[in-house]
């Protein structure tokens, strides 16, 4: 799977449209842009993925660039409870005998302050 | 509620101990995959089980192993433990192979503590 750089740390103020970046330059055609997010010491939680198009959802909007080599999430009015690591993963968009697992970097830790 | 359970949430346990994690995956999900993440690292894959078969190994040491059994549930047992082995351990699960849209779902993960 492509690797993807996100930054390390993040702020955003409470009621603010948060905007977390993530590059993955050398992805492929085959292989989608995963978000998740980890909320001290909890599961991953599934926040949402795309291949090319933008997608929006309950949670979120990702937005894609043309080229696919980068991407950002929005959480359009954050709330402190969004405050958690988020995770951009780049996984294969089929499956094949190597498993189709992710593989999580270090994430953006994101703290929502009042 | 990611609809994956794991049990039990805590444990505490002696080194050179064995324990066993179980995992029921989401109702109709075949894939099982093990995570581990110690005290401030990130999550490690461990391995994944589609239908009862092993599938994927990552970074599992050979003190661990797992299955997945008819039902689907799933089980990873940890032998001789040791005080590194101190760490969170999550299971996901996710649709079966081919569905083009099919993201893993995590469980809220068993605590383990080897003193």
């Known amino acids: 799977d492509a690797k993807t750089t996100q930054p390390t740390s993040m702020d955003c103020a409470e009621g603010r449209a948060a905007n977390l970046p993530c590059n993955h330059s050398?992805?492929?055609?085959?292989?989608?842009v995963y978000w998740y997010r980890q909320i001290h010491s909890q599961g991953p939680q599934y926040i949402i993925h795309?291949?090319?198009n933008n997608e929006t959802n309950e949670m979120a909007s990702l937005i894609i660039t043309e080229d696919r080599k980068s991407s950002t999430l929005i959480l359009p009015h954050a709330t402190l409870r969004d405050t958690a690591v988020y995770y951009c993963?780049?996984?294969?968009?089929?499956?094949?005998?190597?498993?189709?697992?992710?593989?999580f970097g270090g994430g953006t830790r994101l703290m929502v302050k009042p | 509620d990611s609809g994956v359970t794991q049990t039990p949430k805590h444990l505490i346990t002696a080194t050179g101990q064995r324990v066993t994690l179980r995992c029921s995956p989401r109702?109709?999900?075949?894939?099982v995959y093990w995570y581990q993440q110690s005290l401030d690292q990130g999550l490690q894959f461990l391995i994944q089980?589609?239908?009862?078969?092993?599938?994927a190994k990552g970074n599992i040491l050979e003190r661990f192993s797992a299955q997945q059994f008819p039902d689907l549930h799933s089980e990873l047992n940890l032998s001789s433990l040791e005080l590194g082995d101190s760490a969170l351990y999550f299971c996901?699960?996710?649709?079966?192979?081919?569905?083009?849209?099919?993201?893993?779902?995590f469980g809220n993960g068993t605590r383990l503590t080897v003193t």
């Open positions: 996901a699960s996710s649709a079966p192979p081919g569905t083009a849209d099919s993201p893993l779902h």
């Open positions: 050398t992805i492929s055609g085959n292989e989608y």
């Open positions: 993963i780049v996984r294969l968009r089929f499956y094949n005998n190597a498993g189709n697992m992710l593989t």
């Open positions: 795309g291949l090319k």
């Open positions: 109702s109709g999900d075949l894939s």
């Open positions: 089980y589609y239908n009862g078969e092993e599938r």
